[in-house]
């Protein structure tokens, strides 16, 4: 799909408080990959991210796949690890596969829409996530005005705030 961002785009969403989480650097497969495997990749993508001034203490398992030789690599690594089955976070969650709604494809906005207003019902958190934000979105990102009407509806009943923030509030509750 070619290049997302610019190092300089890196940096503005750092400045703005905006949390990038790690990958694997060749969208290696979590849930098939050996242990050494999944630390090599994890490493040169730390070390990508490191040289457009990221770092980095969230991951994002490609395509959603873990496995228990991903979790124990990984876990040590980083504050938490998202997999991609839809849920909402309290207090008590598995920090090593939490859950996320995507905001991809043409079902996208309205998913993400009914998951926030579940989160807001319910006084829980939500991680939402997207690959691209553009006028001519791929499969798995959505439109700018898609992302707004998101962003709004969550604003309106809710706090948002970056992964980060959210774990070491609900880690200081317990």
Not at 101 to 125: C, L, N, P
Request: hydrophobic share 40%.
């Amino acid at each position: 799909m070619g290049d997302y961002a610019e190092a300089r785009d890196y940096a503005d969403l750092s400045a703005r408080g905006h949390e990038v989480a790690c990958h694997t650097f060749s969208h290696l497969d979590c849930g098939k990959a050996s242990g050494p495997q999944i630390s090599a990749d994890v490493d040169r993508n730390i070390r990508a991210l490191y040289e457009v001034g990221l770092e980095t203490q969230h991951f994002a398992y490609p395509y959603g796949d873990v496995s228990p030789d991903a979790k124990q690599v990984l876990q040590a690594r980083f504050g938490s690890l998202r997999a991609l089955h839809p849920g909402l976070i309290r207090q008590g969650v598995d920090l090593n596969q939490l859950p996320a709604v995507g905001i991809e494809g043409a079902s996208g906005e309205a998913r993400a829409a009914a998951w926030i207003d579940r989160a807001i019902a319910r006084k829980a958190w939500l991680i939402l996530y997207t690959h691209d934000v553009r006028s001519d979105a791929s499969d798995w990102g959505c439109t700018p005005e898609a992302f707004d009407r998101l962003v709004s509806r969550a604003t309106a009943g809710a706090e948002v705030a970056p992964v980060g923030a959210v774990l070491d509030r609900l880690q200081a509750r317990s």
